[in-house]
């Protein structure tokens, strides 16, 4: 299959070395509105490099799309390159806000030749995440009682300032919750496998105050009807730190922390397995699953059968994360 990237920044270079880790997959072009970026990871991987994505989608031969742009960016791409046919993986968040939503819905529904629509939530393929669903799943822990979640990352001012677009609600659309947490949000959602009843949310910015617009700081209760979590996001500490899930079991205390997962019984016994072994493309702390997520959605065009990480099944976390921006401070049914 013939693959394109548009936006050619630090997390495109794991999707570019995740598409040419595949057999049969070849990166045949690049877009980036920064000339010498799209020339610089055009010469690394025999591509064809454009500043115009549009006229690189008319012009290219191109299978499949991923889009690594700027989040308010990554609806509007998903809709034209749908339109033309082209299966399309997109990077978080798929949307910013509810009217994005539902045209990306549309999109997904509208889809020339029945193109697929994919969403890069790649923690789901960290193997430490696979094993513990399959074990709720086969109903080792029994019932799940509730859930935590934690992160707590750093990023300062130039992380903000010289990106052009981060730090604002038009172009960003949040901030430590849509941009560096929401995979954490997906997790628990993912773990839990309920559908929300009802979200209290609150935000605020501790130590970048007048310089970005949106939150270095969100907390959210969650409840499931019976079950509870609780969510906590900062870019306001010293160090990034991988994030923390942990789940309330009838039988256990199950916490995930990146590769690692530990098992507290009831009766007192601790076990903790490290699944390290599977390769990190990128950041330590952004997850080991990109490799695998993407070759999901690959064999997915292949076989012709729907991926995992479609709207559908993200539905319930983006109503999540849109519920959390839309009335935070004050309750609302989800």
């Known amino acids: 299959m013939k693959s394109a990237i548009i936006g050619c920044g ?93 045209k990306l819905k549309q999109a997904e529904k509208a889809a020339k030749d029945g193109a697929k629509l994919g969403v890069c939530f790649q923690n789901r393929f960290n193997p430490s995440v696979a094993a513990v669903k399959e074990r709720i799943t086969a109903g080792e822990f029994g019932k799940i009682l509730g859930a935590r979640g934690l992160v707590t990352w750093c990023r300062g001012e130039k992380y903000y300032t010289e990106s052009g677009w981060r730090g604002t609600k038009e172009k960003e659309g949040g901030g430590a919750l849509i941009n560096q947490s929401v995979h954490t949000l997906d997790l628990i959602q993912y773990l839990i496998g309920k559908k929300p009843v009802f979200m209290e949310a609150n935000v605020s910015n501790h130590h970048l105050k007048g310089i970005i617009e949106v939150e270095d700081t969100m907390e959210a209760y969650i409840s499931y009807g019976e079950e509870t979590a609780c969510f906590y996001a900062t870019t306001g500490y010293v160090a990034d730190v991988p994030p923390m899930i942990e789940l309330e079991c009838e039988k256990a205390r199950v916490r995930i922390e990146d590769l690692r997962v530990t098992v507290m019984t009831a009766a007192g016994q601790t076990q903790t397995v490290d699944y390290s072994g599977s390769e990190h493309l990128g950041k330590s702390y952004w997850g080991s699953g990109h490799m695998d997520c993407i070759r999901s959605f690959y064999e997915s065009i292949e076989q012709d059968r729907p991926f995992s990480v479609g709207l559908k099944q993200i539905e319930d976390t983006v109503e999540l994360m849109l519920t959390a921006y839309e009335t935070a401070g004050r309750a609302q049914t989800c």
Do not use: N
Request: glycine share 6%; net charge negative.
């Open 10 to 102: 630090s997390i495109a270079a794991v999707h570019a070395k995740s598409i040419t880790g595949l057999g049969g997959c070849e990166l045949t072009a690049v877009a980036d509105v920064i000339p010498e970026r799209a020339e610089a990871m055009a010469r690394e991987y025999g591509a064809v490099p454009y500043t115009d994505w549009g006229t690189m989608l008319e012009k290219e031969e191109i299978d499949v799309v991923h889009i690594c742009t700027p989040h308010y960016l990554h609806t509007p791409m998903a809709e034209a390159s749908l339109r033309m046919g082209i299966h399309t993986f997109m990077e978080k968040p798929p949307v910013i806000s509810r009217e994005q939503w539902e």
